[in-house]
């Protein structure tokens, strides 16, 4: 385990096992003087006038003292998971507007059919109504709907 | 993941309330933010106390952190505040001033010298510290040394120290860690004997 605390330290474990032996550092008092030691190590190889320094247990005393901070997360994602996040943002917007795009032309379609369909459709019901009432007037007697016979016999007669 | 991500990941941790992830942060970078500090101030007791205070200053701000610098960036621009705010209480002046360039290329104003000014007995300790790990590190195997010293002080990654060493990676895993252990067991004697000391 403390070769996987060396190896996060030098940044060079996946995000999840990062993760995991984080926690595990937090939680194991050995794990968590190792960590101190390998940075130690580190900063008196690259010749730290303040090695000495340890203020670990000073400030960790003062933290106990301090409300817990509770911050929303709202930014914490890895250089990779942004990249994903930023491509699959992408793909999406690009999928929206294949979708906008096709949803649209018929829709245009439909409404230049509709708006000039006004002169076409009511020319086609004059033509429906005028052949259609002397259908209905001969063959009311044998119609159950008289309201279909009411309404299409005053359309024939207003004409 | 990258040394970024992973203060970003202890300060997520330390945001939903885990105190011991900040106390990670606080072992990384406590000298760092120490000798950054003593290019401001005079005094190992003020560089102390001062660095105690931005990490406290840091975690009380972790809730307005959004990550849009680096972890250490942040730090140290509390750091340099606190340092001013620490002089300009006590009504004293900075050692020297010069603009200071950290790992991000954001420049600070600070010091451009660090100043040799510590405690007799703090001085002796760094330097005890200091010669305990060179002697460690002499005294390793040589592909032991050759792996930490190219991780440590040219900061080549494990894929790149294995095309150097021409090895797999995992022995260089391996390598760096046993390496480490062997100049902690070396320097273990030394921290248990100053443990309690100020410096």
New interface residues.
Partial sequence: M??RV??????????RT??QI?TA???DASL?Q???????????????????????E???L???A?P????P????R??RTQVVGAAALAASVSFAAVVAWQQMTPRQSAVAVAVNAPSAQSAMLQQVSANSDAYFLAHQEMTANQGLVKVAYSQGAAH | ???R??D?????????????????L???Y???L??LL?RFLRDSAD??DV??EA??KA??S??A????SAFYTWLYRIGINTAKNFLSASSRRPVVHADFEDEDGESFDLASQ?P?L?TPE?EL??K???A???AA?ESLPEDLRTA??L???DGL??DEIAKVMDCPIGTV??R??RA??A??TE??PL?DT?KNKR?
């Avoid at chain 1, 030098?10 to 995000?15: G, K, R, T």
């Avoid at chain 1, 817990?68 to 911050?71: E, I, N």
């Avoid at chain 2, 990941?9 to 990670?24: I, P, S, T």
């Fill in positions: 403390k070769q060396s190896e996060l330290m030098d940044s060079e474990l996946d995000e990062a993760a984080m550092i937090e939680a968590k190792a960590w101190n030691d390998y940075h130690l190590i580190g900063d008196a190889m690259r010749a730290n006038a303040n090695t000495g320094l340890d203020i670990r000073t400030v960790s003062r933290l106990a301090e817990t901070v509770l911050a997360r709202r930014w914490f890895s250089t | 993941m990258s040394d991500d992973i970003q990941q202890l300060v997520a941790r330390a945001q939903k309330g885990e105190k011991r992830a900040f106390d990670l606080v072992a990384k406590q000298r760092r120490a000798r003593s560089i102390e660095t105690q990490f406290v975690y009380r972790l809730p952190f959004r990550g849009e660090v040799d510590n703090s300790m760094n005890q510290i200091i305990t790990v060179n590190v930490i010293s991780r440590e002080m990654s494990y895993r391996s760096i860690f480490r252990e100049i902690a320097l273990r921290l100053a410096w």
